[in-house]
């Protein structure tokens, strides 16, 4: 009888082990997949306030919170196993709706490549990536929301067919040329498969479209400057800012040799060549944008690794690294204040993949101690009676 209420003891003991295991990796679980990215993005802030132009009006003098990212890659049926792709968008959700309820950006860019297989996929196939897409990266009420297409969404430009640049520019509202105009700041947003300069449709009306917003930029500086007459002017009543391009591919440059911010490619690929129109523009479509749009800031992506830079003329690049942890340990994005003079960017780490990794070890040694501790206890308790 004695006998057989320790052995009910010692099974009640190792039942409310197990059952304190779970507890214990349920915490860690839930702490690895929603409080984890609160934690880690409550260390990225704002860049400071910018001095804004005295003749502006009070609801343009604040300052434009504008988020930049790129390279979701949101993974189709062709690459890519099926926990891979459940893991990459949950990671990519939670992180996005954390830096949402954290920063409450005013504007958010997503620069290209959305998805992974766009440019494979049919059209069902597109409408469900483009709906995950938007499940994903919803934004909050007050929030604006745009996006440039990428070589993944519609193909290099050998690929691209008029339908699938049709369909992600009305399904997303992206045209290849776009200005975009918020709070005293102008944004040209540019679609890089359209800068081949082959004379095809699409690029020939491309380059169309930025000669007219050159042309209107260079009409609405006149005005600003009294250089241009009243008639004209009456018509422009926007407060002229030099344009902010932001486009998928980055501007032509040899290589990622002069790249050295943290997330910038690691020592290995950061003098591998870099292909003219595959993973730059080329020359002729950088001199191009420089000289007619003359930006004072141009942000892209694509190459899935960060980089700063000065452009000629002191223009200065930023390239956004990938948000997706199929692509990086570390994935960043942007965070910029703005003004129609001024800009001043931070950079913002999301969670290290590595990092939960160690936690979830951490989160199995417990749990696993949790169980073998009241054992051993029994077995010396054994011992003594014996």
């Not at 459940?86 to 998805?115: N, T």
């Not at 997706?324 to 960017?345: E, G, Q, V, Y």
């Amino acid at each position: 009888m004695i006998e057989f209420r320790r052995l009910l003891r010692n099974r009640n003991v190792m039942a409310k082990a197990i059952l304190w295991s779970i507890v214990i990796l349920s915490c860690f679980a839930l702490y690895c997949e929603y409080f984890h990215y609160f934690v880690v993005l409550l260390h990225c802030t704002w860049p400071p306030n910018l001095k804004g132009d005295s003749h502006l009006s009070t609801a343009v003098k604040d300052d434009l919170k504008a988020m930049f990212l790129a390279d979701t890659h949101l993974l189709g049926f062709r690459d890519g196993h099926w926990f891979d792709k459940l893991r990459r968008e949950w990671q990519m959700k939670r992180a996005f709706q954390a830096a949402m309820i954290i920063h409450r950006p005013d504007i958010v860019f997503v620069l290209g490549d959305l998805f992974d297989e766009g440019k494979w996929c049919d059209d069902n196939e597109f409408y469900y990536h483009a709906s995950r897409f938007r499940s994903m990266f919803a934004v909050p009420e007050g929030t604006d929301l745009y996006v440039v297409a990428g070589n993944h969404d519609e193909g290099f430009h050998y690929m691209m067919t008029g339908h699938k640049h049709k369909r992600f520019e009305k399904e997303f509202h992206s045209p290849s040329v776009q200005l975009v105009k918020k709070k005293g700041s102008m944004f040209v947003l540019l679609n890089s498969m359209a800068m081949e300069g082959d004379h095809c449709r699409i690029c020939a009306e491309a380059e169309k479209d930025i000669q007219n917003i050159s042309k209107f930029l260079t009409t609405l500086q006149n005005c600003h400057h009294g250089e241009e007459s009243p008639r004209i002017c009456q018509k422009y009543r926007e407060t002229y800012s030099k344009p902010i391009l932001l486009q998928h591919f980055p501007m032509y440059r040899p290589s990622d040799a002069d790249c050295h911010t943290a997330d910038s490619a690691p020592e290995s690929e950061k003098y591998i060549p870099f292909r003219e129109k595959y993973d730059c523009l080329d020359q002729r479509s950088t001199d191009l944008l420089l000289n007619l749009l003359e930006p004072r800031l141009v942000v892209a992506a694509h190459t899935h690794h960060g980089c700063f830079r000065i452009l000629s003329g002191g223009v200065p690049e930023w390239t956004v690294s990938s948000f997706s942890w199929r692509n990086r340990n570390n994935p960043t994005f942007l965070l910029a204040r703005l003004n129609n003079k001024d800009h001043s960017i931070s950079k913002c780490f999301l969670p290290e993949e590595s990092t939960v990794i160690y936690i979830y070890i951490l989160a199995c040694a417990c749990a696993v101690l949790n169980i073998i501790v009241p054992s051993l206890r029994n077995k010396l308790y054994r011992k003594k009676l014996f």
